[in-house]
């Protein structure tokens, strides 16, 4: 199949630009934050290694992304619901259980979380059903709207893995605002919302509700719970204006902050580049979303502006709730943030989706094939 | 399938696409301003929090002075020891942890948790507490082995003290232990766990001996492992310090008195430094640097020859005889005899209805100044105590350092006690009797000594009447103290009748007869109580220990411009020349001929039987 060459003059290459520089600040990241010093000289565990593993596999992942024609997806939108929903009752009686949660399938060479193929699916099945919404969304619409995302997010949770569930339901939630819903539902919201936080306290687990209250004070536990935050706070915090430098950070070097490599990543970085380098990176994501925005609002048709969307709100929810818990404004919950943490499976979503978006921008300007 | 392609040119909404762009604002903002707080605004606060985290600060140990002996023989070292300490900031449970220090080294779990919660104001953050000081191999292989898995657990290596004759030297080393509160409160360079003196020299040159800590900087992660160090301050080591005495010497006494309660002084005459100072029963410094058990302490207070005692400073006696140089002394001092004159002494003197009677039953017959002293006699003393009075006779002996602490590098000396008149009412609310200044002036009644004022004493006679400051440092310079208020030629008569005592053959100290060496001496019996008609007419043998007298022996010795003191005393020794003269007699062997005569084992033997007997009183000649 020829190439038509206004595919590729279209991509929006600072997106892909951005992605694979966060990529690499990512992984020279990692380099600093898997080593530790020891009594002489320091030693270097071999994340960063993998993680560019990943970020070739994810370049793949992206390039397949990219090589159809997005608008195929909405044929494939419910197939792909139901078999995600199989997946995820298939991790419920027949899953791996690490760390006393049953999140994984073992297939063979790798263990798969179908919770992550779920994001996916929620994005599409979400564009699909909201691009047809030609009005804001009243109390039915968006009854049925969110009881799809229900189904998804239910199986998660129930593994229990809320903080995936909840993704799946913000990814969902945010598209929905961006359609917009009536007057009527918005002003419910508005006043049902709160009223049930309360009443949600009840369901979580004792070690969220420990979180949660660790969040709001951490320093009743400076030892246990607390320590993330404090350490965290202290890594970023002793970064100053122009950071102690590549390697120099004595928080993460020494071992202080825990789980630098993945959800505390960005603190390595805090610590070693200071505020100058982390506002660097936090711009360079801002720029990153904005061109997202940009290739929804360039997209044709709204299936491929709400798929933008939803690709959008999946990045946003991470850096927003990420660099929020590892800053001390929200509490500990394990959620990575993208390009910069590690983690295999995420890095081939964030390639893939990445790819999604710019399938979209690249094909702006095709009109009906055949 | 077409439908996919189904294009409607309906734009996105365009309030959603605003929505995002404020969302992207809202989180640029919410986040650079937070990181300007934290990075910028409390930077500085957090930099400090990073290096406390990072860097923590510890104590290096001085290793305590070493103690030699005047030869250079070492009697004081520091050897390693294995401390357990607990870092709290560390430790993740620390009842648990406790738990597991009780279990592995036998200690009592509450006990520790006292100690803990008791100390825990006291250390400073990232510092361990000292919770057993001294790890025995065993329980040093047990921890060392397992404290990764207890973090909070710090296996500390610090010098200890070790005494190499801890028997030998007790009293006049003293010891070290664990500073308690009141030292740590006294002294903020101390840490919990720290050494300190207690005890003599020890307590005595803490200053001097301690030395300084130093302070070592490291880098630790986050299991407290340490990594780059840096010495921010070397510790000082503490003085070293010479003693005076000679440890060949001290053994000696110390062995001659092995199995009899008594002590030993041997003085230079012409420095005041002490070259023995034996003292016994005696104790092992080193069980209280170890730390004391209960027991071990509980026979130490309990045992009645009390063995702490340092009997050459810190127990008083009646001088007996010993005494009578002195009051020879105030005689001529005064000028209440001549020495040329003669007293007939019939073996008693009668002072209104009481007699007062002369040790010799017979009598001495005709006895002059020298005579008095070579044979001791009684009657030629009375006479003279009663012309001189408890007045002069006091002022004389304060003169000679009697009455006050000599000043000597020891805590807790005793200054004896020299009666006045004055004195005695105060104390039994009734005047001085006639009698007394008899009973003074043979060295009884209330008069009490030290074998350290005597030595004193006596080297004041050989040396040409100076009364130097007893000096257990070498390379202190000499201190004279006072003068005996005597004349050269009169000091030289008192130091005649002395050598006349051993060299004539009725002269009590004849056992100290020294080939090439002129001695002096005079020997005195100090009465414990006073004998009854019946106990009397016992054999020595037959006395029951705790009623037979103190035997006391003064001794002067010089050979090629050498000259000695030496002042010995044996509780219930029974006569000054027989218990108290041998060891005088081994100390003139040992510094003038070389010879070294250890106590032979039958008369140990003798002694110790007889001591046996004390501790039990009920039996023996005590049931009759």
Known sequence: ?370 | MSNIYDENSQQPPRHGLILLQILILVLFCLFAVRLWYLQIHRGEEYARKAKENQLRQEAIFSPRGLIRDRNGDLLAVNEPAYALGLVREDCRDIDKTLHQIAMWTGHDFNGLKKLYSKNIKRVKPFEPLILIPDLSFDQLALIDANKLRWPGMEVQVRPRRQYRYGMLLAHVLGYVAEANEEEMEKRPELALGDYVGKQGLEFMLEDRMRGTKGLVQFEVDVNGRRLQERILKHPQAGQEVSLSLDLGLQKLTMDWLAEEAGGVAVMDADTGQLLALATTPSYDSNDFSSGLTPAQWAKLRDDPLHPMQNRVIQSVYPPGSVFKPVVAGAGLHYGVIDPNETVNCVGQIKLGRRVFRCWRKGGHGKVDFEKALVQSCDVYFYKMGKKLTVDRMSEFAQACGFGRRTDIRLPHEKAGNMPTREWKRQRFGEGWQGGDNLNMAIGQGYTLVTPLQVARFYAGIVNGGKLYKPLLLMGEKPVVQGEIPLDSEQIERIRKALIQTVDNDRGTCRRLRTKGVVVGGKTGTAQVVRLTDELKELDDDEIPYRFRDHAWIAAIAEKDGRRIAIAALVEHGLHGSSGAGPVVKAVIDYLFLNKVRYKPEAKKAKARAVRQLSLNPIGGVDAN
């Open chain 1, 1 to 370: 199949m020829p190439i038509d060459r206004r595919l590729l003059l279209y991509i929006n290459w600072p997106l892909l630009g951005l992605a694979v520089i966060l990529f690499f600040f990512g992984v020279l990241n990692l380099y600093s934050a898997s080593g530790y010093r020891m009594e002489v000289g320091m030693n270097v565990s071999s994340y960063y290694h993998r993680q560019l593993l990943w970020g070739l596999m994810g370049v793949f992942g992206m390039i397949i992304f990219m090589a159809f024609d997005f608008r195929h997806l909405k044929t494939m939108a419910w197939p792909l619901f139901w078999i995600t929903v199989i997946l995820l009752v298939g991790v419920i009686f027949a899953g791996k259980t690490i760390y006393g949660a049953r999140r994984w399938l073992d297939l063979g060479f790798m263990n798969f979380q179908p919770s992550e193929l779920a994001k996916i699916a929620i994005l599409i099945v979400g564009a699909r059903i909201l691009s047809k919404e030609r009005e804001p969304l009243d109390f039915i619409r968006l009854g049925y709207v969110l009881g799809v995302g229900m189904i998804l997010a239910g199986l998660i949770i129930k593994q229990p893995d809320l903080g995936s569930g909840l993704s799946v339901l913000m990814i969902l939630g945010g598209m929905i605002l961006f359609r917009g819903v009536t007057p009527r539902v918005f002003k419910t919201a508005l006043v049902a919302i709160p009223a049930l936080l309360p009443v949600s306290w009840l369901f979580l687990h004792d070690y969220q509700k420990q979180r949660i209250m660790t969040f709001l004070d951490p320093t009743t536990d400076p030892l246990g719970a607390g320590y993330h935050i404090i350490q965290s706070e202290i890594a970023i915090g002793s970064g100053g204006f122009w950071g102690k430098g590549f390697l120099q950070g004595t928080q993460s070097q020494l071992r202080f902050l825990p789980e630098r490599h993945t959800d505390f990543a960005v603190a390595v970085f805090g610590e070693e580049w200071g505020f100058v380098g982390i506002m660097l990176l936090l711009s360079l994501f801002c720029i990153f979303l904005y061109q997202i925005v940009m290739i929804s609002r360039d997209a044709r048709g709204l299936f491929g502006s709400y798929l933008a969307v939803g690709v959008f709100f999946y990045f946003f929810w991470q850096i927003l709730i990420n660099t929020g818990m590892v800053l001390g404004l929200m509490p500990v919950v394990g959620i990575p943030l993208p390009f910069i943490s590690y983690g295999g499976s995420a890095t081939l979503v964030n390639f893939c989706l990445v790819g999604l978006v710019l399938n979209v921008s690249m094909r702006r300007f095709l009109f009906k094939q055949g």
